[in-house]
C-alpha cells in the first residue's frame, strides 16, 4: 500500500499535511509520483472559501510528475515515464464528449475524493491515481516544472481559438499575470500581435523583458488607433476580474471581433449592453472554460519540441509545507507562477 502526504484545506484559511492511504488502482489507472504541481487563483480561491466546495478539500490541478504503476489495462504508459496530467476527468459517453466539447464534460465535476478530502483536483499530493485518457508524455528535456505549465497554457491554447484570429490579427490582453503572459505566447505562435494592458507597472516590466508589448490601461484608447485603420483590435481578452472591463472592451474591439471572458469573476455580476450595439457590430463575446483534451496535448507538444519556454513564469518555488503561507497572498508586481516541487 502506497501512503501518501497530500495539503488538505481543512476549511476556509485553514490547511494542513495530512497522510492518506492510496487505494488500489483500478484497470485504468495510472498512479503517478507528483514532481511539480502550480498554485492557480482557482487554488487561492479555495482557500480563501470564494467557491462553493464542501471542506475538506485538496487542491492543484497543474500537476507533472512521473509515472510509478499502471492498471492492467493501460496502454501507451508505463513507469518511468514523464509526464503531464490533464486532471480534469472526462467520461468519453455524454452529449459533450461525443460532440468534441469535452471540456464541457456533464460529468467533470464528479466529487473524487481520498480518504474524507474532495480532490480538486488534488495535485498538491506526493502521489495522485489518474485514468489513462490523462496521461501525456513530456519529452525527456523539460524539466517537471516547465511540465507543470501545461495545464494553464492548454487553457489559454483553447481561450485564443474562441476569437478565431488569422496571422496579422492585433489583439488586447488584459492583465498581465501569468495567463495575460501565455495569452501573448499563445499571440506569437500564431502570428498575432498582442499588447497587453496593466495598471500595475512592475507587471508591465516583467512582460517588457520577456519581449511583449505592454501599455497603461489609461492609453488603451490611443493604442486601439495604432490597429486596424484606428477601427480597434481584432480580439480583447480579458484575464483580470474586474466586471465592468466587458463593457470597457466593446469600445476597443473592431466590428466582428471579439470579446473572450478568460476570467471568472467571484462575486459574479450582470453585464448590460445595448442590443443593437451587439446587432449592427456583429462584435461576440464569449466565455472560454478549461480546454479539450486535444488543447491539452498540443501544449505539451509545444512544451516538448520547445516551441515555446515557459520556465520564466515560474518565479518562486516552494515545498507543499508552504502551502497555507503561499495560499493567503495574491501574486502581484513581479511575482508570477509559484510552483511547489517535491
Ligand atoms: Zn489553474
Ligand atoms: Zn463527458
Request: hydrophobic letters at 40%; proline letters at 3%; one cysteine or more.
Amino acid at each position: 500500500m502506497t501512503r501518501t502526504h497530500a495539503y488538505v484545506i481543512t476549511e476556509p484559511y485553514r490547511g494542513n499535511i495530512q497522510g492518506f492511504d492510496v487505494l488500489d488502482l483500478s484497470s485504468e489507472d495510472v498512479l503517478v509520483k507528483v514532481q511539480a504541481c502550480g498554485v492557480c487563483t482557482t487554488d487561492r480561491r479555495l482557500f480563501a472559501g470564494k467557491l462553493k466546495v464542501a471542506y475538506p478539500v485538496i487542491g492543484g490541478h497543474e500537476v507533472s510528475g512521473e509515472v510509478v504503476r499502471v492498471g492492467r489495462d493501460v496502454k501507451n504508459v508505463a513507469p518511468g515515464m514523464r509526464v503531464a496530467l490533464d486532471t480534469i476527468f472526462r467520461c468519453g459517453s455524454c452529449y459533450y464528449c461525443r460532440k468534441g466539447l469535452d471540456h464541457l464534460c456533464l460529468y467533470s465535476r464528479k466529487g473524487a475524493k481520498i480518504g474524507d478530502a474532495v480532490l480538486i483536483a488534488g495535485g498538491f499530493s506526493e502521489y495522485i491515481t489518474v485514468k489513462q485518457a490523462q496521461v501525456f508524455s513530456m519529452a525527456d528535456t523539460v524539466d517537471f516544472v516547465e511540465a507543470a505549465m501545461s495545464e494553464p497554457f492548454a487553457c489559454c491554447l483553447h481561450s485564443f481559438q474562441k476569437a478565431h484570429l488569422s496571422s496579422g490579427d492585433s489583439v488586447l490582453i488584459i492583465g498581465a499575470g501569468t495567463m495575460g503572459l501565455l495569452h501573448a505566447i499563445t499571440a506569437q505562435l500564431n502570428g498575432v500581435a498582442s499588447l497587453i494592458s496593466d495598471s500595475d507597472a512592475a507587471r508591465r516590466d516583467f512582460a517588457n523583458q520577456l519581449g511583449y508589448r505592454t501599455v497603461e490601461p489609461s492609453m488603451v484608447i490611443e493604442a486601439k488607433q495604432r490597429n486596424n485603420e484606428g477601427l480597434g483590435f481584432d480580439a480583447v481578452f480579458i484575464t483580470a476580474p474586474v466586471l465592468s472591463l466587458i463593457n470597457d472592451s466593446l469600445s476597443l474591439v473592431r466590428k466582428g471581433g471579439a470579446i473572450v471572458i478568460y476570467t471568472s469573476l467571484h462575486p459574479s455580476g450582470n453585464v448590460v449592453f445595448d442590443a443593437n450595439q451587439m446587432h449592427y457590430t456583429e462584435v461576440v463575446i464569449t466565455g472560454t472554460e478549461g480546454r479539450t483534451k486535444e488543447d491539452f496535448r498540443k501544449a505539451t507538444a509545444l512544451i516538448s519540441n520547445a516551441s515555446v519556454d515557459l520556465k520564466p513564469l515560474v518565479t518562486k518555488h516552494i515545498r507543499l509545507g508552504d502551502l497555507s503561507e503561499e495560499l493567503s497572498n495574491v501574486p502581484s508586481g513581479n511575482s508570477q507562477r509559484t510552483i511547489i516541487t517535491f
